[in-house]
């Protein structure tokens, strides 16, 4: 109960502020909205915080759609935050490894930085060594979104905004983008995207959440991973798949039973940066994966309409950072479920495809939802 107390004084010292406040029925669902801080070009920042009515809490800046904190329950209803990321803006402005940011036009890398469409070819950063990288250097995670607070009887959340101009990044199209977080009393962190486009080019987005259900008093290698996948996607050393997607029951890439993170790792160099590919047979909502972390009691389930995910084990955290309540980011720190669709899918033709046409609704929808055993 602790933990329930801290949240009561947020919310009384918080609600003087300018915030959204449904008190009917003695629900405590909120959202706050402070200043986050300024851009160097001097673009004001927001954070919102959006509370359940079990505790659960949300805190998201408008730069780069970022999850700054997820405050979530464990088995004794302590808080604490689950997610890799700073307390200002100025830490994530001096740069960071996609902490919790919304990724595009295409998460994940594309080989060389190069790809053709319709005949024509198109350029674009390779910011990842030879490859390009999760949308380049100025992604939408370093962007400025609209934000609206939202509501619905399930919970409370934010819905975002952007518009990536014709040839951002060296993307055709005008590419109008609505990102909507909602925080549900089921203690679902829910992210639901929509986008449109005025001429074809490929997208594929991703949330870049890093977890550690411990709040960060141990690393990740004790969780215990699920992962819904009998085959993943073969790279190469540059991390671009060869076109070959294998099956993976029995090696150390299994997660189909339950199994800790750390239980191979001798026999995956570098640690787990691998495109797992969901068993599933159509774009509806799938359990992807489920994550338990025994000290804590805290479940992770994640539930996606895409066909794959990205398990990356925190390999090029190095220490450099330290991020809130003075944890140090050290290697496997935290892991990522990126949910998208497979890399490189603009070279690779016999992926499925990632292109969007004009008159086409991109539409994704992936949930995080806790709970604890
Ligand atoms: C993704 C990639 C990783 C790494 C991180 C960011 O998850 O798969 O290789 O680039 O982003 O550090």
Redesign the pocket.
């Given at each position: 109960m602790v933990g329930l107390g801290v949240v009561l004084d947020f919310i009384g010292c918080k609600s003087q502020n300018e915030s959204k406040n449904k008190t009917q029925n003695e629900s405590k669902m909120e959202i706050i909205k402070e200043n986050f801080g300024t851009t160097a070009e001097g673009v004001t920042v927001d954070l919102y915080t959006l509370m359940n009515n079990n505790g659960m809490i949300a805190k998201i800046t408008n730069y780069g759609g970022i999850v700054t904190s997820l405050l979530v329950p464990d088995k004794n209803g302590n808080i604490d935050d689950v997610t890799l990321g700073f307390d200002n803006l100025q830490a994530y402005l001096d740069g960071h490894?996609?902490f919790g940011c919304i990724v595009g036009r295409y998460g994940?890398r594309i080989a060389k930085g190069k790809f053709e469409l319709d005949g024509v070819e198109y350029k674009l950063a390779t910011n990842?060594d030879e490859n390009h990288?999760?949308g380049g250097e100025i992604g939408f995670d370093k962007k400025i979104w609209d934000a609206e607070p939202v509501e619905n009887e399930k919970g409370v959340g934010l819905k975002l905004h952007y518009v990536s101009e014709d040839m951002e990044e060296g993307y055709p199209g005008n590419l109008d983008v609505t990102v909507t977080y909602m925080l549900t009393d089921e203690n679902e962190l829910k992210i639901n995207y929509e986008a449109a486009i005025n001429k074809p080019c490929p997208v594929n987005l991703t949330w870049?959440g890093y977890f550690n259900l411990t709040g960060g008093k141990e690393n990740i290698l004790n969780h215990e991973m699920e992962i819904n996948a009998d085959k993943y996607v073969v790279v190469d050393e540059t991390?671009i798949p060869t076109g070959e997607l294998r099956d993976l029951i029995g090696s150390e890439m299994d997660f189909t039973s339950p199994k800790t993170i750390g239980s191979r790792f001798d026999k995956v160099p570098g640690g787990y940066?691998h495109t797992y590919i969901i068993n599933k047979s159509s774009s509806e909502i799938d359990l992807v994966a489920r994550v338990y972390e025994p000290t804590s009691g805290r479940v992770m389930e994640v539930y996606s309409t895409e066909p794959s995910v990205?398990f990356?084990t925190g390999n090029?955290l190095d220490g450099s950072l330290t991020g809130k309540n003075e944890i140090v980011y050290k290697k496997q720190s935290g892991f990522?479920l990126?949910t998208q669709h497979f890399p490189d899918s603009p070279n690779q033709p016999g992926f499925p495809s990632t292109i969007l046409k004009p008159g086409e609704k991109y539409s994704q929808t992936t949930i995080y939802k806790f709970s604890t055993k």
């Open positions: 490894p996609y994940n990842n990288l999760h870049h991390l940066d990205q990356y090029f990522c990126e």
